[in-house]
């Protein structure tokens, strides 16, 4: 599968905990896009690498989350201190970059439940 | 106010019926404009860019007015398999922001 691939799918942890999720982008596409999806709701931007550079957060991502792309490859997102407004679907999205007109090819998504 | 807003619907159409919505947005700067289409607990998919031209993709119509600041989607001859949640998108310095979505329903 030559897709954007996330890991785990779901992830079910106990508020206080930290966690961390993984995004494998399409092999090509220099850059890598995370989203925060709630039930009812459309995605919502949290920040994007364009290769191992973190160019943008949004003021959604508190100091709790942090984000990082080491090698320009996979990325990694982490939350630390899970709180249960956490709760929701974390997108990973890639593209080849950088015109406009690029089109951002979403993973399947990992479902976080924090209890 | 929202960037994106769309009509959540849902529409609840018979197969082979036109059902058509829209959106408005409103980063005036905004550069790029999209439909993705969204099941139930999947990721969201492209189904088509709009252009300031009008554009078609089969029976997917969409429009695009920038002095509005309006996207629209038609949908011709529906079936059951365009039941999804369509959400409006639009591309504002390689960010996407998107609408709530709106669902369609197709019934037998």
């Known amino acids: 599968d030559t897709g954007v691939s996330q890991d785990p799918r779901h992830k079910i942890t106990k508020r206080g905990q930290n966690v961390t999720f993984r995004c494998d982008p399409i092999s090509e596409h220099n850059r890598l896009y995370w989203y925060r999806q709630t039930l009812g709701q459309g995605p919502e931007f949290l920040t994007y690498?364009?290769?191992?550079?973190?160019?943008?957060k949004s003021r959604l991502l508190s100091d709790r989350f942090s984000a990082e792309r080491p090698k320009g490859s996979f990325s990694t997102l982490e939350i630390q201190r899970t709180e249960q407004g956490d709760s929701a679907m974390y997108l990973c999205?890639?593209?080849?970059?950088?015109?406009?007109?690029?089109?951002?090819?979403f993973g399947p998504g990992t479902r976080l439940t924090v209890l | 106010r929202k960037e994106v807003e769309q009509d959540p619907g849902p529409f609840n159409v018979p197969e082979g019926a036109t059902v058509a919505f829209n959106c408005t947005y409103s980063?005036?700067?905004?550069?790029?404009f999209f439909w993705y289409r969204q099941d139930c607990r999947k990721e969201p998919k492209l189904l088509m860019s709009?252009?300031?031209s009008g554009n078609e993709d089969g029976r997917f119509t969409a429009q695009l007015n920038r002095a509005s600041q309006y996207i629209s989607l038609l949908i011709r001859d529906s079936k059951l398999s365009d039941s999804a949640t369509y959400l409006c998108?639009?591309?504002?310095?390689?960010?996407?922001?998107f609408g709530a979505g709106t669902t369609v329903t197709v019934r037998a």
């Open positions: 980063n005036s700067a905004s550069q790029s």
């Open positions: 998108v639009v591309n504002s310095d390689y960010k996407l922001s």
């Open positions: 999205a890639s593209s080849l970059g950088p015109t406009f007109t690029d089109t951002q090819y």
């Open positions: 709009v252009y300031s």
């Open positions: 690498f364009q290769n191992e550079a973190q160019l943008e």
